[in-house]
């Protein structure tokens, strides 16, 4: 059984950073394509990043240049580095893994 557990979110000012971490049992994050998503209030959840079993990243064009996804094969986790952050990136974000299996997401928000 898949489990995620995402950390690391909080209230940033804009232009501020924060990372991510998503911790996973059940799987081996260097074996699969592991992805964050976010959804805002009111808004469908969305694609933020991936990261492929070859290293493979793909970003939303919201994000590119400002995120980075990363992962540690040794200590089984996936990351989001998010820097520059801006008032329209508030929303909880999710870890997603193989199965269509999701944490229980983490809140960012970004306000002055």
């Known amino acids: 059984q898949v489990q995620l557990v995402e950390s690391g979110g909080g209230l940033v000012q804009p232009g501020g950073s924060l990372r991510l971490s998503c911790a996973a049992s059940g799987t081996a994050v260097s074996l699969n394509t592991m992805g964050w998503y976010r959804q805002a209030p009111g808004k469908e959840r969305e694609l933020v990043a991936l990261?492929?079993?070859?290293?493979?990243?793909q970003y939303a064009e919201s994000v590119r240049g400002r995120f980075t996804i990363s992962r540690d094969n040794a200590k089984n986790m996936v990351y989001l580095q998010m820097n520059s952050l801006k008032s329209e990136d508030t929303a909880t974000y999710y870890c997603?893994?193989?199965?269509?299996?999701w944490g229980q997401g983490t809140q960012v928000t970004v306000s002055s």
């Open positions: 997603n893994g193989p199965g269509n299996s």
């Open positions: 990261i492929g079993r070859f290293s493979f990243t």
